[in-house]
């Protein structure tokens, strides 16, 4: 549930598609374990590690 005057996915999500690059902080929190858990089904054996897969996402 989000707290008063927080701003909800789809809300953020378009202000990145207006160059507002500071809503990533706020993405980052919310979405990051289920980011880098999803990774890791992507990455096993591989040399590049989740992190490296997904923080790029959250730029």
Excluded: C, K, Q
């Amino acid at each position: 549930m989000m707290g008063e005057g927080e701003r909800s996915d789809n809300e953020l999500v378009a202000a990145t598609r207006t160059g507002d690059r500071s809503v990533y902080a706020e993405l980052w929190p919310r979405h990051s374990r289920t980011a880098i858990a999803g990774a890791r089904l992507y990455t096993v054996g591989n040399r590049v590690g989740p992190m490296r897969t997904i923080v790029p996402a959250f730029r």
